[in-house]
């Protein structure tokens, strides 16, 4: 009789049918929103951004593979690093930028520590701060969203404190929440984010907890201790909404706080996870000398998910919490 291999694991075995590539392709079905955003708003340059993002991408996992000895199996993970590296880029960003930004992604913030699974922090945010200390001036300009084929006008991005807004708040609220204005490629439209991000909690491929606690954490944090000081905002709940929809808030909370590999186990530690997420942001924010802080709080939160899962243990499939009866 032929050798069966046999796969030994602890118990309970449930599977919903779901694969890695499965997950990793319904994520970049729902990713396909903010990049049509970017794309229209920002043109042709901006869909270069995303095909040199990508395809250095999955060439830098195809090579390291080899070197390292090991299978190449295109489960669509490196896809998704490359797309959303490149949804984070400032529009005209130069695409030889690009492209070592993602193999740096790849190369080192992903495959160094073992590849899918093992790798500390999450690989687009590690290959955007390092684009941030590398190429500083070119991460940080920014352009009106024109559209294909007509010429970019440089502007100062909504939390930038240079940032000038001339109409009424209402108008500006309407920009931000559908993307016509200055940012990353993929970060300024909140509703197309939203759209994917409720897409991919429908099917059960992200959890709600961590979206939810970010976001809302940041809006009352805001809310209470206002720093935004455009003259339209009376209120605080005016500066509240503005740092929810402007910045990668959305994007970084839907698509990239919520990566499996980086993110906590467990449901207590996802909140935890999401609640230190938005007061890093809120500090950076009004405090630090970066106008964002979506890239670096989530990175913070990666180094310690280590130590959330530690502590915040799960309980034992099977046990029940013990009761004590008065006597």
Not at 163 to 172: C, G, I, P, Q, Y
Not at 175 to 199: K, R, Y
Request: proline fraction near 6%; aromatic fraction near 12%.
């Amino acid at each position: 009789m032929p050798e069966r291999e046999f796969l030994v694991s602890p118990g309970p075995h449930l599977w919903r049918g779901q694969s890695v590539s499965k997950i990793m392709y319904i994520v970049v079905l729902a990713l396909m929103f903010p990049t049509a955003a970017g794309v229209y708003f920002f043109g042709y340059h901006a869909l270069s951004v995303i095909v040199v993002s990508v395809a250095a991408a999955v060439l830098t996992e195809y090579g390291v593979k080899k070197l390292r000895k090991r299978p190449f199996v295109m489960d669509g993970s490196a896809v998704v690093t490359g797309l959303l590296l490149a949804l984070i880029l400032p529009p005209t960003i130069p695409l030889w930028m690009v492209a070592v930004g993602s193999v740096f992604s790849i190369a080192i913030v992903k495959e160094a520590f073992g590849g899918l699974g093992h790798n500390i922090f999450n690989p687009a945010l590690g290959g955007r701060a390092f684009m941030t200390a590398s190429f500083s001036v070119e991460m940080t300009t920014w352009v009106l969203p024109m559209g294909f084929g007509a010429d970019a006008a440089t502007m100062a991005t909504p939390l930038s404190s240079s940032f000038v807004w001339e109409a009424d708040k209402l108008s500006l609220y309407r920009e931000l929440f559908l993307g016509n204005i200055g940012g990353s490629i993929g970060e300024t439209s909140a509703l197309l984010i939203l759209i994917g991000g409720l897409l991919l909690i429908a099917l059960r491929i992200i959890d709600w907890r961590i979206p939810l606690t970010y976001i809302g954490t940041v809006a009352l944090l805001t809310l209470v201790w206002p720093g935004v000081a455009l003259p339209i905002f009376t209120s605080p709940w005016e500066d509240a909404l503005f740092h929810v929809l402007a910045g990668g808030l959305m994007l970084g909370a839907f698509f990239m706080a919520t990566d499996y590999v980086t993110s906590p186990i467990t449901e207590k530690g996802r909140i935890i996870f999401g609640i230190g997420a938005g007061i890093l942001t809120v500090v950076i924010r009004l405090f630090g000398g970066l106008p964002e802080g979506v890239c670096f709080s989530i990175l913070f939160m990666n180094a310690i998910t280590p130590l959330i899962d530690r502590y915040i243990k799960v309980r034992p499939y099977g046990f029940k919490k013990r009761v004590r009866s008065e006597s």
